[in-house]
């Protein structure tokens, strides 16, 4: 285990001396009684340029190396001007009257309701935060230049209906997931996704899904190692409150992610999922009722066939037919009265600790 004390980044260390990054290295250049000319010249760049970095009353763009040259100059820590440059670009970003909007479309109240969750990437973010702060620790947390880049990222990659990912902390419940990915990208096991193994690897699941000599975190652990071997990486995460998510697939080059919830805390329930996924992976042009119809079909075909024990399938499978779970009107987001009967017959299970 590391033991390594890591750095949690809530951009409190941060010191500003201006309203803008010209101001700021105006302010070290009087520190250090330094001349425009002196600065242009341990850059390597005009004065001219320097005047304009300095007298702008926006941004200007700087390249990495600037910005470093910058924090030799001053005998600045390594970083230093980075982020402040990085927070100025930002304060001018908040200045968008549509900032804070944002900020709420990407679960900014539930991370900082919850302030455990953020250090997962070892950020913090905070109340009291300036709105630029707030914003610079988001596109930290979601691993993006621009918030607003992470919904064409997942427009790109995920493979699903956009209303599955809308809700704010179903992209903050995606992030954990996503965050969970490098142990097993590098596994020396994972193989490489085929779209012609359709076929094989749905049966391979049910068989194991209906197992009955394993329980519910056996069979997990062996749909994550089978999987992993045509390509595809199975993350388990915990739900987190109003994500209203069960599932959902993405592409990632030659192989798929598909990220699974315990929402329902019921073993039927995620199966049905995974299978979902699974499916979506390979017919990825189809939308959720297309693909809901397509393995509903490859299951009874299976089942016609090979003689199960295992009901949890069926009745998730009808369950999920006969009620739209979690879209279903007259719950308005809450369990419905056929999901509630199939809940009563498996007991709870859950991905924490996990």
Not at 88 to 114: C, H, M, R, T, V
Not at 117 to 135: D, G, Q, T, V
Not at 266 to 288: G, P, Y
């Amino acid at each position: 285990m590391d033991n390594t004390k890591q750095h949690i980044c809530d951009l409190k260390h941060i010191e500003l001396h201006g309203s803008n990054f010209g101001e700021e290295i105006n302010y070290y250049l009087n520190k250090y009684s330094m001349s425009q000319k002196e600065l242009s010249q341990r850059l390597g760049i005009s004065t001219q340029y320097v005047y304009i970095i300095i007298n702008s009353k926006e941004n200007v763009n700087l390249s990495l190396s600037i910005i470093e040259g910058l924090e030799n100059v001053f005998n600045l820590e390594l970083g230093t001007l980075s982020e402040v440059y990085s927070i100025y670009a930002n304060e001018e970003k908040s200045n968008d009257k549509n900032i804070e909007k944002l900020l709420s479309q990407y679960g900014e109240e539930f991370l900082i309701q919850n302030p455990n969750l953020p250090l997962a990437s070892n950020l913090k973010l905070l109340k009291e935060m300036p709105i630029s702060k707030k914003l610079m620790t988001m596109n930290r947390f979601y691993g993006v230049s621009d918030l607003k880049y992470y919904q064409d990222y997942l427009k790109e990659n995920a493979i699903a209906d956009e209303e599955v990912y809308q809700n704010p902390n179903s992209k903050v419940w995606i992030r954990f997931c996503e965050l969970s990915i490098p142990e097993s990208i590098n596994n020396k096991n994972l193989g490489v996704f085929r779209k012609t193994s359709f076929n094989l690897v749905f049966r391979k699941t049910i068989k194991t899904i209906c197992q009955d000599n394993l329980n519910f975190e056996e069979k997990i652990k062996e749909l994550k190692d089978y999987l992993l071997t045509k390509g595809m990486i199975l993350i388990t995460m915990p739900f987190i409150e109003n994500s209203n998510i069960e599932s959902i697939a993405f592409q990632k080059g030659a192989r798929r992610l598909i990220f699974v919830s315990d929402i329902f805390e019921c073993e039927a329930f995620i199966f049905r999922s995974i299978l979902h996924e699974i499916t979506h992976c390979f017919f990825i042009k189809s939308n959720e009722n297309q693909i809901d119809e397509i393995y509903s079909k490859a299951y009874r075909e299976f089942k016609s066939k090979t003689k199960i024990k295992y009901k949890g399938l069926d009745d998730a499978i009808i369950a999920h037919e006969n009620c739209s779970i979690i879209k279903h009107i007259e719950y308005k987001g809450e369990v419905c009265d056929i999901t509630r009967q199939v809940l009563k017959k498996y007991p709870k299970v859950s991905f924490k600790n996990k």
